[in-house]
Each structure stands twice: as C-alpha cells, then as structure tokens.
C-alpha cells in the first residue's frame, strides 16, 4: 500500500473565482469570519500576507477537534489562481510526513470551480488517506462561496 498520495476536490463556485484566489492569497485572516465554526484564526507568523516565503499559523476545529496548523506559502501563480501551502508544523506533522494544499480556481463553461489538491506522505500505513479533510475543505469553499454571493 502506498504512503504517498494525492486527492482532489472540486466544487462548482459562482463567477467571482477571484474573490476565492483574493481571499486565500491575501487576506485568510477573513475565513475565521465567513466559517466561523471552521476556522477561528489566522496569523501571519513571518513575511507578508500573501507572500512566497511567508508563513501563516491555522486555528482550526476538523472532526470536532481543535487542531493547529503552521504552513509556509510555497509558490503562487496569479495568472492561474493557485496558492500552494506546505504543512510545517501542527497536528497533520504527526500523521504525514509531508502535507501540501494547493488551492485553484479555473473556469468551466460559463461557471467557475474551485479545486483543491492534497498531496502528502503519510507516516505509515495506519495513517488513513486524509479523505475526512478534503470534504471538510471542500466545505469551506462551499462556505465561501455561499458568503460570496451575499456580498
């Protein structure tokens, strides 16, 4: 059985998929309010926001556990709309040995989706495939996106 994985959701967002790249990119600090119950906070540790280099510090809660994550922006691509962030420290440290999100918005016929790939190496084969997380990733954008059509 492989350690290593890759896993991909996609959900179906209104046409305003920059207001998704703006948001994660620039201003995560705003998802505690738009997902209360989902995210609780998120500070710039080091660099700038939205800056390669940077890195932010998650308060979450996932399966009815608060759980903290510290990511480092890895690579952003603005004429693609991706954000890639590299899990550096926190709760998904003990059970893979690496983890990355990337974050995506692309268009498809005349409606947007908002794609998120989790790529990461679990510790070993007791470690389940992060399936729980996507869905719950997955979520946020739905979240996201139901507070984008409000705006």
Excluded at 52 to 75: F, P
Excluded at 77 to 87: A, G, L, P
Aim: hydrophobic share 35%.
């Amino acid at each position: 059985m492989a350690l290593s994985g890759k896993l991909i959701g996609y959900v179906e967002i209104s046409k305003k998929g920059d207001f998704f790249h703006d948001l994660i990119r620039h201003k995560p600090h705003e998802m505690s309010a738009i997902v209360p119950d989902k995210l609780h906070e998120c500070d710039v540790l080091e660099g700038e926001r939205g800056a390669v280099g940077s890195i932010i510090s998650w308060n979450y809660t996932h399966d009815g556990k608060r759980k903290v994550a510290k990511q480092l922006i890895e690579s952003v691509n603005e004429e693609n709309h991706t954000v890639v962030f590299k899990v550096i420290e926190g709760d998904l440290v003990d059970e893979y040995k690496s983890f990355k999100s990337m974050w995506h918005v692309e268009p498809k016929g005349d409606k947007q989706v908002g794609t998120v790939t989790l790529e990461f190496e679990r510790a070993d084969t007791s470690v389940p495939y992060p399936t729980s997380l996507l869905d719950y990733v997955c979520n946020i954008i739905k979240d996201m996106d139901a507070h984008n059509n409000v705006l």
